[in-house]
T-cell receptor
């Protein structure tokens, strides 16, 4: 059974700092890994999807990497802003459209 | 393109009642998945439908059921509600393969 772990559980940084969020998973037989953002009480917003054959994806200030063999992914956020404050979730897909989620990293960026 | 919509957004029920939640996927998407989110367990997969067929089911009791209609809209039903069913229920839609999943805003269910 796939287990997804995210470290740290919470992170507080000053505005402008570059930061890295970590995600690890136990079963490397995945089709893809997806990073989401969730604002309090809201649904999930997809940030980046990395297919199993890819090593990284970039969107604006966000860069996500995937190392299937070691069961790790990282989400790099450059020049953080207060609007980046949210919970960040990673999820692996092992078949069809079924996602296994980590518990998330709650990020607070202070002005 | 309109996003994933879920109705109702908020529900308050009492123990023993049943509830039906609705999800309308993004136009053209044939896959709809349902997830339960609680503070203790996080996000857990309930089931996934593709072209009106349930393709996968999570580890939830039979009180949780769902269906998908020919227009890809989906409903999930929870019978004999328990206090522990209080959660945010999220649905996601996608084309059906290993593509990006798009989530709706969720339905907040409170069981008293």
């Amino acid at each position: 059974k796939q287990e997804v772990t995210q470290i740290p559980a919470a992170l507080s940084v000053p505005e402008g700092e570059n930061l890295v969020l970590n995600c690890s998973f136990t079963d490397s037989a995945i089709y893809n890994l997806q990073w989401f953002r969730q604002d309090p009480g809201k649904g999930l917003t997809s940030l980046l999807l990395i297919q199993s054959s890819q090593r990284e994806q970039t969107s604006g200030r966000l860069n996500a990497s995937l190392d299937k063999s070691s069961g790790r992914s990282t989400l790099y956020i450059a020049a953080s802003q207060p609007g980046d404050s949210a919970t960040y979730l990673c999820a692996t897909a092992a078949g069809y459209s079924t996602l296994t989620f980590g518990k998330g990293t709650m990020l607070l960026v202070s002005p | 393109k309109a996003g994933v919509t879920q109705t109702p957004r908020y529900l308050i029920k009492t123990r023993g009642q049943q509830v039906t939640l609705s999800c309308s996927p993004i136009s053209g998407h044939r896959s709809v998945s349902w997830y339960q989110q609680t503070p203790g367990q996080g996000l857990q997969f309930l089931f996934e439908y593709f072209s009106e067929t349930q393709r996968n089911k999570g580890n939830f009791p039979g009180r949780f059921s769902g269906r998908q209609f020919s227009n890809s809209r989906s409903e999930m039903n929870v019978s004999t509600l328990e206090l522990g069913d209080s959660a945010l229920y999220l649905c996601a839609s996608g084309p059906g393969g290993t593509d990006t999943q798009y989530f709706g805003p969720g339905t907040r269910l409170t069981v008293l």
